[in-house]
């Protein structure tokens, strides 16, 4: 069949795979990818489509056959609108020709992950934690986080995950590597430890899920290195992936399949919840229509957990390489209380999970005293979320502790206008950060 | 299809302040009902006169202030409860319905309602009772502990709120278990007053009353007006237990020792609360 004959066909309602797929060009933490296509490019599944050599970048592939008919902003679930490329299916599965490795040593490992584009579940491209300078020790699979255990810990998938934390060990040269699992989750601890079959990777229990932006709190429970906001896990010596890391990793290397594909969990009013494997680009209404479709009017749809997930404005949004989750609540389930005034009663700070007074904050965010906010420790909230959820009053902690954060950088960064080199000033010549009325006393 | 976009938690636990404050409510009116059964008919006359005075008054300023009337979340019935059950059964009518009016409009309203007090308003309506109509409002009787009966009902007390000490015990672990109130106030308070007496050397039997058990799980816990901090609440917990003996030691009426400890308390929340601020775990001293 050509290419031709195929356009001609009216399209169908495929199964998993949609008939279009918006890639974003952005789905990692770093710099946008550049295109390397252009509009009516001929792609197959797995061609590199964007990358960008000038910094931290993930590149990302096509996820189907096709070719391209926009590069074009478009809608993304974690960031407004990015510039995406939108990829109209062939029905074909032409794929490029696969790389994979047998026996793979550390620059194969370290080459495959960045080629294939992995980008763990807290939006980090993987291979740079495998490049670090920091010297690696330790290799720590989460799997407290239940939207990534609902996806990706099928009994048939573990023995990739432990290929994934052997091969992230050997490339990135730690000696021991842990996975981390709830203290309830015997069942999967089980299946973990009827699969290993090496005493360098051990299991730890622990006692709370650990969301990815807890990353550096869980590096703390596990190794007892303080990792403050300001560093990641790497400066604890601590690789912290996930399992659909792991998963991506053991494709990527042993099959040579860049990160295209994710899979998905499907839960709330859908009529058919449960677990699909999506490929990257496909929007999230094809992902709830081939969950049955939804059951009610939704209300709201949620990406990865509905403690700190976030929120979508529709169901065009494609699906990233991060999306575990999909999350629909039906109208009536949608939360719209007021707010009512704090009552101190500290249920909120018992269950912070940094050790900090968010109902306090909250209330001088809302007060308009960002400056109190941040005597009180604001940044070391990492939003996940729980204070909202147990806040008796349904008081908006999050919200207002995420507002004071944006004031205060408004506050403490000078416009570019303004910061201008102060005459006089002996310290430096570069245009004044501090800002004049900081100086004025002590120098004129 | 319209859908909402908000921060995130999507989801709640479902503890709301209706909850919390209708559980402690019927607590209480257990308590009460049980006071009628030892007082006769006129325990009940005081409770109903003090919650409907409380309501009253809330709902007056509320109208007058033109702010959104909140009677539905109970806090103005707690205060009414409370305050009645701190009076003895013997007292003038009129003394609840003052007490009602200076607990909700001038420690709740005046200091920024439900939320914003210093004081309990309940307590400090009854210190400021005791200050003007001592004579009126004290007890004739201070309960003994004689034996384990006493624990489920106490003839011998002289306040609404010493009848049962059972009940609240029930009740605040109640509390407790459903996470209503934090566990650190009561358990702290409890211990310390129990390790405090047997120190000093007084009889356990004096201590133990049923204003004991109110302040172990009502008074004290009170989210407003307690320390918010983990560790103040901690130490809130032990400064409680110290002051009811010393204060009980040195006047004979651990009854009162509780409300006043409450109340000294509630003084220097705020003090202990700004001297145990947590450090965040993820913030690296320089
Ligand atoms: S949980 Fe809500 S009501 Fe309680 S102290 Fe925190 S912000 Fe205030
Ligand atoms: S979201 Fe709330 S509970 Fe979580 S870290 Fe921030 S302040 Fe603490």
Same mark, same amino acid.
């Given at each position: 069949?050509?290419?031709?004959?195929?356009?001609?066909?009216?399209?169908?309602?495929?199964?998993?795979?949609?008939?279009?797929?918006?890639?974003?060009?952005?789905?990692?933490?770093?710099?946008?990818?550049?295109?390397?296509?252009?509009?009516?490019?001929?792609?197959?599944?797995?061609?590199?489509? !964007?990358?960008?050599?000038?910094?931290?970048?993930?590149?990302?592939?096509?996820?189907?056959?096709?070719?391209?008919?926009?590069?074009?902003?478009?809608?993304?679930?974690?960031?407004?609108?990015?510039?995406?490329?939108?990829?109209?299916?062939?029905?074909?599965?032409?794929?490029?020709?696969?790389?994979?490795?047998?026996?793979?040593?550390?620059?194969?490992?370290?080459?495959?992950?960045?080629?294939?584009?992995?980008?763990?579940?807290? !939006?980090?491209?993987?291979?740079?934690? %495998?490049?670090?300078?920091?010297?690696?020790?330790?290799?720590?699979?989460?799997?407290?986080?239940?939207?990534?255990?609902?996806?990706?810990?099928?009994?048939?998938?573990?023995?990739?995950?432990?290929?994934?934390?052997?091969?992230?060990?050997?490339?990135?040269?730690? %000696?021991? $590597?842990?996975?981390?699992?709830?203290?309830?989750?015997?069942?999967?601890?089980?299946?973990?430890?009827?699969?290993?079959?090496?005493?360098n990777i051990e299991i730890f229990t622990v006692k709370d899920n650990y969301s990815p932006t807890m990353a550096n709190l869980l590096a703390y429970e596990i190794t007892g290195i303080p990792v403050p906001n300001t560093q990641t896990p790497l400066d604890a010596g601590v690789i912290l992936s996930s399992a659909s890391g792991a998963l991506a990793v053991t494709r990527a290397v042993n099959e040579g399949i860049p990160h295209i594909e994710a899979n998905v969990t499907v839960s =709330?009013?859908?009529?058919?919840?449960?677990?699909?494997?999506?490929?990257? $680009?496909?929007?999230?209404?094809?992902?709830?229509?081939?969950?049955?479709?939804?059951?009610?009017?939704?209300?709201?749809?949620?990406?990865?957990?509905?403690?700190? $997930?976030?929120?979508?404005?529709?169901?065009?949004?494609?699906?990233?390489?991060?999306?575990?989750?999909?999350?629909?609540?039906?109208?009536?389930?949608? %939360?719209?209380?007021?707010?009512?005034?704090?009552?101190?009663?500290?249920?909120?700070?018992?269950?912070?999970?940094?050790?900090?007074?968010? !109902?306090?904050?909250?209330?001088?965010?809302?007060? =308009?005293?960002?400056?109190?906010?941040?005597?009180?420790?604001?940044?070391?909230?990492?939003?996940?979320?729980?204070?909202?959820?147990?806040?008796?009053?349904?008081?908006?902690?999050?919200?207002?502790?995420?507002?004071?954060?944006?004031?205060?950088?408004?506050? %403490?960064?000078?416009?570019?206008?303004?910061?201008?080199?102060?005459?006089?000033?002996?310290?430096?010549?570069?245009?004044?950060?501090?800002?004049?009325?900081?100086?004025?006393?002590?120098?004129? | 299809?319209?859908?909402?976009?908000?921060?995130?938690?999507?989801?709640?636990?479902?503890?709301?302040?209706?909850?919390?404050?209708?559980?402690?409510?019927?607590?209480?009116?257990?308590?009460?009902?049980?006071?009628?059964?030892?007082?006769?008919?006129?325990?009940? &006359?005081?409770?109903?006169?003090?919650?409907? &005075?409380?309501?009253?008054?809330?709902? *007056?300023?509320?109208?007058?202030?033109?702010?959104?009337?909140?009677?539905?979340?109970?806090?103005?019935?707690?205060? *009414?409860?409370?305050? &009645?059950?701190?009076?003895?059964?013997?007292?003038?009518?009129?003394?609840?319905?003052? @007490?009602?009016?200076?607990?909700?409009?001038?420690?709740?309203?005046?200091? *920024?309602?439900? @939320?914003?007090?210093l004081f309990n308003p309940a307590i400090a309506a009854w210190v400021f009772m005791n200050m003007s109509w001592g004579a009126l409002t004290g007890s004739e009787s201070i309960p003994y502990l004689s034996g384990y009966t006493d624990l489920f009902i106490e003839f011998g007390s002289g306040r609404l709120a010493e009848v049962s000490s059972m009940v609240l015990i029930i009740g605040g672990l109640y509390l407790i278990y459903k996470k209503y109130i934090d566990w650190r106030i009561?358990?702290?308070?409890?211990?310390?007053?129990?390790?405090?007496?047997?120190?000093?050397?007084?009889?356990?039997?004096?201590? #133990?009353?049923?204003?004991?058990?109110?302040?172990?799980?009502?008074?004290?816990?009170?989210?407003?007006?307690?320390? #918010?901090?983990?560790? @103040?609440?901690?130490?809130? *917990?032990?400064?409680?237990?110290?002051?009811?003996?010393?204060?009980?030691?040195?006047?004979?009426?651990?009854?009162?020792?509780?409300?006043?400890?409450?109340?000294?308390?509630?003084?220097?929340?705020?003090?202990?609360?700004?001297?145990?601020?947590?450090?965040?775990?993820?913030?690296?001293?320089?």
């Amino acid at each position: 069949m050509t290419t031709e004959e195929v356009k001609k066909e009216t399209p169908k309602k495929k199964k998993e795979s949609g008939k279009q797929v918006v890639i974003p060009l952005l789905q990692h933490i770093g710099i946008t990818c550049k295109p390397l296509v252009k509009v009516k490019d001929e792609v197959l599944i797995g061609q590199k489509i !964007g990358e960008n050599s000038d910094g931290l970048c993930a590149p990302v592939h096509s996820s189907i056959a096709g070719h391209v008919v926009a590069i074009e902003e478009r809608l993304h679930p974690l960031c407004g609108k990015i510039s995406s490329i939108v990829i109209e299916s062939d029905e074909t599965n032409r794929a490029i020709e696969y790389n994979p490795h047998n026996n793979p040593s550390k620059e194969d490992i370290i080459n495959a992950v960045q080629e294939a584009g992995i980008v763990d579940l807290t !939006g980090y491209p993987l291979y740079d934690m %495998l490049t670090t300078y920091n010297r690696i020790d330790t290799v720590l699979i989460n799997l407290t986080f239940p939207g990534d255990v609902n996806s990706n810990c099928a009994p048939e998938n573990i023995p990739k995950i432990i290929e994934g934390m052997k091969l992230l060990m050997k490339g990135s040269g730690a %000696l021991d $590597g842990a996975f981390i699992i709830h203290k309830y989750n015997q069942s999967l601890s089980s299946v973990i430890k009827s699969k290993l079959h090496d005493e360098n990777i051990e299991i730890f229990t622990v006692k709370d899920n650990y969301s990815p932006t807890m990353a550096n709190l869980l590096a703390y429970e596990i190794t007892g290195i303080p990792v403050p906001n300001t560093q990641t896990p790497l400066d604890a010596g601590v690789i912290l992936s996930s399992a659909s890391g792991a998963l991506a990793v053991t494709r990527a290397v042993n099959e040579g399949i860049p990160h295209i594909e994710a899979n998905v969990t499907v839960s =709330g009013a859908v009529r058919n919840p449960g677990t699909r494997r999506v490929n990257i $680009g496909t929007s999230f209404k094809e992902v709830i229509q081939s969950s049955g479709g939804y059951s009610g009017e939704p209300g709201k749809i949620i990406m990865n957990g509905s403690l700190n $997930g976030t929120a979508q404005p529709n169901d065009e949004v494609p699906v990233i390489k991060s999306t575990t989750e999909i999350i629909v609540q039906s109208t009536d389930e949608v %939360l719209c209380e007021s707010p009512g005034p704090c009552i101190h009663c500290a249920r909120c700070v018992d269950v912070c999970p940094v050790n900090i007074l968010p !109902g306090r904050i909250a209330s001088f965010s809302d007060m =308009g005293m960002y400056d109190e906010c941040f005597k009180m420790h604001v940044s070391s909230c990492i939003e996940c979320g729980q204070c909202f959820y147990v806040c008796p009053s349904n008081r908006h902690l999050v919200q207002l502790i995420k507002f004071a954060k944006v004031e205060l950088v408004k506050l %403490l960064t000078i416009p570019d206008e303004e910061a201008t080199p102060i005459p006089g000033c002996q310290t430096c010549e570069n245009p004044c950060l501090l800002g004049e009325p900081f100086i004025s006393g002590g120098i004129a | 299809m319209k859908l909402t976009v908000s921060h995130p938690a999507h989801i709640r636990e479902g503890v709301t302040i209706n909850k919390i404050m209708w559980s402690k409510i019927a607590i209480l009116l257990v308590l009460s009902l049980i006071s009628a059964v030892v007082f006769g008919p006129k325990a009940l &006359a005081v409770v109903l006169i003090s919650v409907l &005075a409380a309501v009253l008054t809330e709902a *007056g300023i509320q109208k007058l202030t033109k702010q959104e009337l909140t009677i539905k979340d109970g806090d103005a019935v707690l205060i *009414g409860l409370i305050m &009645a059950l701190l009076l003895p059964p013997t007292v003038d009518l009129w003394i609840p319905v003052v @007490g009602a009016f200076f607990a909700v409009a001038l420690v709740k309203h005046a200091f *920024g309602g439900l @939320g914003s007090t210093l004081f309990n308003p309940a307590i400090a309506a009854w210190v400021f009772m005791n200050m003007s109509w001592g004579a009126l409002t004290g007890s004739e009787s201070i309960p003994y502990l004689s034996g384990y009966t006493d624990l489920f009902i106490e003839f011998g007390s002289g306040r609404l709120a010493e009848v049962s000490s059972m009940v609240l015990i029930i009740g605040g672990l109640y509390l407790i278990y459903k996470k209503y109130i934090d566990w650190r106030i009561p358990t702290l308070y409890l211990i310390s007053t129990i390790v405090m007496a047997l120190l000093i050397g007084e009889e356990l039997s004096y201590v #133990i009353t049923g204003m004991l058990f109110l302040g172990i799980f009502i008074l004290a816990p009170d989210p407003t007006t307690s320390p #918010i901090t983990k560790k @103040g609440r901690f130490i809130y *917990g032990i400064l409680c237990g110290i002051l009811t003996v010393v204060y009980g030691y040195l006047t004979y009426d651990y009854v009162v020792a509780v409300l006043f400890t409450v109340f000294f308390a509630n003084a220097v929340a705020p003090f202990i609360e700004k001297n145990t601020f947590p450090k965040p775990v993820n913030e690296v001293s320089a």
